[in-house]
């Protein structure tokens, strides 16, 4: 905001004495409805109090040195402090260098404003005033009370006050959160909110490292099964087993994309955008405004904390505030493509009106319990054999037609190895997570990480791949401008390169709606960013913030409450991260806990074979222990020792209820 190069003597009044700055933190002489304090002596009583006759006098060192020895008053200092910093930043011609066109030249505009706003108090005054039959004046009144001002004057001043805030932060953003701005150099202020501070001279965290950004697409199929808790017993309908296998029917054709199916299939409101859920960060995991369920965010989390094929994307995500590894499997449950098409051989197969029988046996519910029903992290898989696999480079199409990749993803099974593919993105190395979510957006989830914040330029892992790869720049990705706008990030040759902003629709209205969320989002995420712009300000020599030998006291106060609060929001940031965490591993322990209740593949096919019955006879003549060994029974048992009306029996007998 205040660079070196500014006409150097332009803001003499922003340098304080120790006497002038303790009469501003009297008694709030730069609240927002008061531009002139309090009458000051410092050596006079200036306050009087009595309780029951008894009187006591306080001088300015009586209040004063109160306030400024006790650190509890410290924000109060800081925001006095604050205030006129704004206020004396638009007394004086270009404070942020020759040519800059803000400060005092902004003043006619505020002025305006402050008028318009006043007027409009005037005219909701008179209205209120027929309303409410009472007078213009008592209407009035009542607004500048609520303002916490006296008179019209007053008011006045405080919508100066409130529209010069508004202006000193978007100049403050002009410098700081904008690449377009050339006037400082690329190296000093380049989108410094953004991209954390260019020579890490104070430690800042910028957007991209605070926040991780993705970039996320995903498909949901809502499924009937209501309780988000039924970790063995849930059901689907015939309906949600078509639909899944649409899905996934179409996210394996290879003529397809991502974006096709969502829109062809999704259940979610994003489906009109082609899956796009735009940028999802840490703050849509802890706080509770758009918030993305558990399963959603720590799923994806999950994936590159652990099962990431990509060493440099690992060591970059345990060396962020995402990382966490307490409590996560070892290796990501797999889904062979194959059970979808068994789901929907058996998607009909239900108990005759002649057998009663709990929809818990169903077969499809027994499949949809055993693959699909996870909170967990799945990928859809395809295995092959040794040679076909050993074949393969890492992330290449098995063939022309399939959208199965070598990704080189942990998964044993009993000790022996498996030979996987795994089910990504059209064209891209991006796999498909899958995960079932309950609470808000019930249902099972497809997720594809377009862009993570973990892979890059400069990744050799990533920019080696054989397939098609995003190799845009994170900074880049997430620029604030649209093509054809200056400072929109282009290769070589001048062509734009393919970020977030037109990474859907070509049209230059939703170019320009996407970049303004990215800035959006770039200056909401810090909600300090007042302490920012003030140690940003007292840092640079153009407009410069100095304390006198005698308000040191209070330059330290001040400092150490900004180290202090910046802190607590970290501490409390981490410990609502690390909750969140435990409230997830916590649910896939107790799934995990309650596996061993779900019923094997052998009760579905004894299920089936039960279903082709006609007759009670031919029920009852059934041999199970032959016809169903998965079952591994001991003896003969009918279909009435194996399934009931609460529950039932299966597997060798073990209870399921």
């Given amino acids: 905001m205040f660079e070196k190069g500014g006409r150097k ?7 304080m004495s120790a006497g002038i700055m303790t009469g501003l933190l009297a008694v709030g002489a730069l609240a927002a409805c008061s531009n002139n304090g309090p009458s000051y002596d410092s050596k006079g009583v200036i306050l009087t109090y009595e309780v029951n006759g008894q009187k006591v006098e306080y001088t300015a060192n009586d209040l004063f040195g109160e306030t400024i020895a006790n650190p509890e008053n410290a924000e109060e200092m800081f925001n006095q402090v604050y205030k006129l910093v704004v206020r004396n930043y638009f007394t004086v011609e270009d404070p942020d260098g020759a040519g800059t066109n803000t400060g005092s030249k902004q003043m006619k505009d505020i002025n305006e404003t402050a008028d318009k706003n006043v007027q ?60 377009a701005n050339t006037k400082w150099g690329v190296d000093a202020r380049y ?18 490292e605070n926040k991780v950004p993705y970039h996320i697409s995903h498909i949901l199929v809502n499924v009937e099964d209501g309780a988000s808790n039924n970790y063995w017993n849930g059901t689907i309908s015939k309906d949600n087993v078509e639909h899944l296998k649409r899905v996934v029917d179409g996210l394996m054709d290879s003529t397809k994309s991502f974006g096709t199916v969502a829109h062809d299939e999704s259940d979610d409101g994003s489906k009109d955008q082609y899956g796009d859920l735009g940028i999802v960060d840490k703050d849509k995991a802890t706080e509770e405004s ?31 505030n995402i990382a966490h590894t307490s409590g996560l499997a070892a290796e990501p449950t797999y889904i062979n493509y194959k059970v979808f098409d068994e789901l929907n051989e058996v998607k009909e197969v239900e108990g005759k009106s002649w057998f009663a029988s709990s929809a818990n046996f169903y077969p499809r519910n027994i499949f949809y319990n055993e693959y699909l029903n996870n909170h967990g992290v799945s990928l859809i898989s395809k295995e092959v054999s040794q040679s076909v696999y050993d074949g393969l480079e890492f992330e290449d199409h098995e063939t022309a037609t399939s959208n199965f990749v070598k990704l080189n993803i942990p998964g044993h099974t009993d000790g022996s190895t ?13 796999p498909v997570l899958v995960t079932r979510a ?13 862009r993570s914040p973990f892979e890059g330029e400069g990744d050799a892992s990533v920019v080696a791949r054989n397939r098609t790869v995003n190799k845009v720049k994170l900074s880049d990705y997430y620029t604030t401008k649209y093509p054809g706008q200056k400072g929109y990030p282009t290769d070589e040759s001048g062509k734009p390169l393919q970020t977030y902003v037109n990474t859907i629709d070509s049209l230059t209205s939703k170019y320009k709606e996407r970049a303004e969320k990215v800035a959006d989002e770039i200056k909401t995420f810090d909600t300090n960013i007042e302490r920012v712009i003030y140690q940003k300000y007292i840092n640079l020599s153009g407009a410069k913030l100095e304390f006198t030998e005698q308000g040191k006291t209070i330059e330290s106060a001040i400092n150490a409450w900004i180290k202090r609060s910046n802190q607590q929001k970290t501490n409390s940031t981490h410990d609502s991260w690390e909750e969140y965490w435990e409230e997830y591993t916590d649910m896939l322990a107790m799934q995990e806990e309650q596996s061993g209740k779900k019923l094997g593949k052998g009760c579905a096919i004894a299920f089936s074979l039960a ?28 279909y009435n020792q194996l399934f009931n009306e609460i529950g039932g029996a299966c597997n060798d007998g073990e209870a399921h209820k």
């Fill in 290 to 320: 758009d918030k993305f369920v558990k399963e959603f965010i720590l799923g994806l989390y999950t994936y590159d904390n652990k099962y990431n094929p990509s060493d440099v994307v690992k060591e970059r995500v345990a060396n962020s």
């Fill in 611 to 638: 279903s082709k019955a006609q007759t009670q006879s031919e029920l009852d003549s059934i041999d199970f222990k032959t016809e169903v060994p998965e079952l591994g029974l001991a003896d003969e048992t009918h």
């Fill in 191 to 208: 989108n410094y909110l953004r991209d954390s501070s260019a020579s890490d001279e104070d430690g800042y965290e910028g957007y991209l």
């Fill in 438 to 450: 309950g609470a808000s957006y019930q249902g099972i989830h497809f997720i594809v990480s377009n």
């Fill in 9 to 15: 003597g332009s803001m003499k009044k922003s340098k």
């Fill in 120 to 179: 409009i108090d005037k005219d909701t005054a008179k209205k209120n005033a027929k309303t409410n039959n009472t007078s213009e004046k008592t209407e009035f009144e009542s607004i500048l009370k609520s303002k916490g001002c006296e008179d019209e004057e007053e008011l006045r001043k405080y919508y100066v006050f409130e529209e010069q805030q508004t202006k000193f932060k978007e100049n403050f953003y002009k410098i700081y959160a904008d690449e």
């Fill in 418 to 430: 498996v030979y996987r593919l795994v089910l990504c993105a059209r064209g891209t190395t991006n």
